[in-house]
């Protein structure tokens, strides 16, 4: 079964999370930042994820490390889950419109960390969250996972939409990346013979 559970403890915030990477898409998500919730709720749902996600944080002072912290639980619970990467796809890449928006998505579950985020937003917030914090969650995530991502707008305007359409690519990669390739089942797909060393 290709689980994990995390929970992670700083002065800043508390993150307990679970995830199935073979599950159905059932999520139960609760971080106190209510757009935060809805963007990893999606992510759940089309990555066909079951996951849980219980943050608390000092969002007193604002929303970047409740943001940032759950991504980099959420990259290491990917990481934890698959283990020696045996069988899976490793690759995906997907153009996901939404609206207006278009965004390019592309994914090496490679075990070396690297993002490119090529996303601009016309407007500093989205209701109370910051926009930058989009990027914010995509650096920990890729950082925290092990994997090389790249994240392109190519075109959009709605701030909501261009947001959206980022974490609903980077849920379609994920389900490509992670399903398991039946013509090589068994088999760590690299040359090297080893993947995240």
């Keep these: 079964m290709r689980k994990a559970d995390i929970v992670r403890e700083t002065k800043e915030t508390r993150v307990a999370l679970t995830v199935d990477l073979d599950g159905t898409g059932r999520s139960a998500i609760s971080t106190g930042i209510g757009f935060l919730d809805h963007m990893l709720d999606l ?3 089309h990555a066909r994820f079951d996951l849980e996600i ?3 944080g000092d969002l007193h002072v604002d929303f970047h ?3 940032e912290d759950v991504g980099i639980v959420l990259g290491q619970a990917l990481k934890k889950a698959l283990g020696d990467m045996r069988g899976i796809t490793r690759y995906a890449d997907v153009l996901l ?3 207006e928006t278009l965004t390019r998505v592309a994914l090496d579950i490679s075990g070396r960390p690297f993002l490119v985020f090529r996303t601009e937003f016309a407007v500093p ?6 926009t930058e914090l989009v990027r914010e969650f995509f650096q920990a995530f890729a950082s925290s996972a092990g994997v090389t ?3 392109e707008t190519l075109y959009g305007v709605n701030a909501h939409h261009i947001a959206e359409s980022c974490f609903k690519g980077l849920a379609r990669v ?3 990346a992670v399903a398991v390739d039946p013509a090589a089942a068994g088999e760590i797909p690299s040359t090297k013979g080893a993947l995240g060393t």
């Design 97 to 99: 419109p939404m609206d």
């Design 149 to 151: 991502l790249h994240v």
């Design 125 to 130: 917030k989205i209701g109370e969250f910051d």
């Design 54 to 56: 219980k943050a608390d």
């Design 174 to 176: 994920l389900r490509a």
């Design 43 to 45: 992510l759940a749902r």
């Design 65 to 67: 490390h409740t943001t």
